[in-house]
């Protein structure tokens, strides 16, 4: 009796487990060595822009944070002293291409206890390590333990000791996560699973070039060419009398013919289909990456009427989730240690926003100042708002929406400025 799985299946087709070509195919394990990451990164332009691009446009335009103008100019002189972006950036493409990548902080403290950013020294400096530097210890299995299933510890060698380092002094970024790494203490890079994709690539425009040098060949028909080049001196007299047919040719444009030992004809290579070929290459590869096909490869998108708006503003919405579930969770106590170097304490006040990467114009920002201000105006209007309710709403939104960067700080410094004056008028009519 045959056993069926629960598959695919015909027995009147012959489509069973014993003679179907397509149930033999199965998923193997296939480990790619950080030496041949190095070499496809260093030596494709593909891959090597795969890692790069989204790191790149993830630090790009960086963040904005929300606070005073005092405030702020103490937090990006921390974030320029110790060139944050620039190290997430490199941290973000480490992880990437490696699977793991590792941020340390030290303030000067025991790096073996965790660090509290609330009562903890300010910074002293922020580094972001080589590949193989930070090793991982143990993996935390303690669920009660908020590093749960991430390393209790991790050491790397400073000269010739031994540093253990808490989990908290440490930004772990992840490229792609193993639910095995808990084994392997090691993630994937980001080209494990699309390697076949980009070496098909790579591997068809490679070939596509070599069939530039065959697009035209000359083909010479001689009568009893074998019998006639197993003699040396006829086969030197060949050699020479085409040798001469070739230069005469190049120089001239002119071929001469024996008229009865002699055939010439010549083969070309068709080239009209090739586009089409290398769209099909471009656009897997792309969706491999998940990166727009026109960025990947700076081609302007195709079909009719499209734009490429749709497939760029998905892409940055990929960039902006990445942003927000990825990379600001490990960066959370990094960024309260900031806040805690640039203005002694930690206000619960002062966050940021990730810039976004979608830029509007300038006709749709007041489309979009006029949409939001007619919103609250109706409302006031209609007897819903108040108008000194709705003026903090109104600044607030636009503010948020870019539409009037920096209105939101300048409206609290006017009320600030109006408080004190009323202030002055009140005392001032007290003595009076």
Known sequence: MTQINDTLTSMQAGITPTRSKAQTVTYASRTMTDQEIDNAVRFSSLAQRVVQMPSEDMTRKWREWQADAKQISAIDEVESKFNIRGKVRANIERGRKYGDAYIYMDNGEDTETPLVPETARPLRFVNSLRPYIMI??????????????????????????????????????????????????????ALTAMMDDLKNHDSAMSNLSDMMFEAKIDIMKVKDLMRRVSDPETEAALTARYQLAALMKSVNGMLIMDMDDEEYQQKQLSFATLPDVIDRFQIAASGAARIPRALLFGVSAGGLGSTGDLELSSYYDRIGSMQENDLQPCMTILDKMIIKTALGTIPPEVHYNWRTLWQLSDKEKAEIGVNITKKYVDAVTAGIFSAEFSTELLINELTEAGVSPGLEAAYADFTGDMHETDLEIEEQEITE
């Open 136 to 189: 991982p210890g143990e993996i935390e299995d303690d669920p009660m333990s908020e590093y749960y299933d991430q390393p209790a510890y991790y050491e790397f060698a400073a000269g010739s000791a031994s540093v253990r380092v808490h989990p908290s002094r440490v930004v772990h970024y992840v490229g792609v996560p193993r639910d095995d790494a808990v084994v392997t203490h090691q993630n994937d890079s």
